[in-house]
């Protein structure tokens, strides 16, 4: 148990759905993060949360559209989703934005586009 | 971009033996940051180095880091088939304060 839970853990959607990947952290921390990881590829940031506040948009396609309503809680909307963007989709938070602090990951969901 | 790169990329060895993986980046860093991955889970933060560290130990591992050549290495003795799992290095650039730069990572396997 890493204290960041993320539902759903499998998803399979048409590219003219629309969903929303959750992510929950108990660990009191007040910051948050989006990444997405492909085969063989390294993970890439996709969005930076503080204390609610989006600090950071890797510059990421309007398709994904994050929302952070309060420190614990953290969502990644998707609609209109092309082929490339299956993948793992993985949350993390720490406890702040700051240098020494490690990131803690959730198990991911893993996305598939139909 | 890419700041870390792993190597090897893949790595199999036997129930007891050492594994060494490899890890070089390309700007100045504040810190460094080992993570494991097993199938189909995410990744667990294994050992942080600063970049004013040059080795550090905790349990089984042990990370060096050598800041004029811009590598780090991960050392795990006595491997065990509970070791099988990918291991990612994580940069931290002086540059920036939060974004950690990931490698692709290496692949391990313990055969028992």
């Known amino acids: 148990e890493t204290g960041v839970t993320q539902t759903p853990r499998h998803l399979v959607m048409g590219m003219t759905n629309k969903k929303s990947l959750k992510c929950e952290q108990h660990l009191g921390h007040n910051a948050m993060y989006w990444y997405k990881q492909s085969a063989k590829k390294p993970l890439e940031l996709m969005f930076v949360y503080s204390l609610e506040e989006r600090v950071e948009n890797n510059s990421v396609p309007s398709r994904f559209s994050p929302e952070c309503p309060n420190s614990s809680h953290l969502f990644l909307h998707l609609h209109t989703l092309q082929p490339e963007d299956s993948a793992l989709y993985l949350c993390a938070s720490s406890q702040d934005l700051v240098t020494y602090q490690p990131q803690h990951f959730g198990d991911g969901t893993r996305l598939s586009i139909l | 971009s890419q700041q870390g790169e792993e190597d090897p990329q893949a790595l199999s060895i036997q129930e007891g033996e050492n594994a060494t993986m490899n890890c070089s980046y390309k700007t100045s860093i504040n810190n460094l940051q080992w993570y494991r991955q097993n199938s189909g889970r995410g990744l667990v933060h294994l050992i942080l180095?600063?970049?004013?560290?040059r080795e550090k130990h905790s349990g089984r591992l042990r990370v060096t880091l050598d800041t004029s050549k811009k590598s780090s290495s991960l050392l795990i003795t006595a491997s065990r088939a509970a070791d099988t799992a990918s291991y990612f290095c994580?940069?931290?650039?002086?540059?920036?304060?939060?974004?950690?730069?990931f490698g692709a990572g290496t692949t391990v396997t313990v055969r028992a």
């Open positions: 180095i600063r970049s004013n560290e």
């Open positions: 994580a940069s931290l650039e002086r540059s920036n304060d939060y974004k950690l730069s």
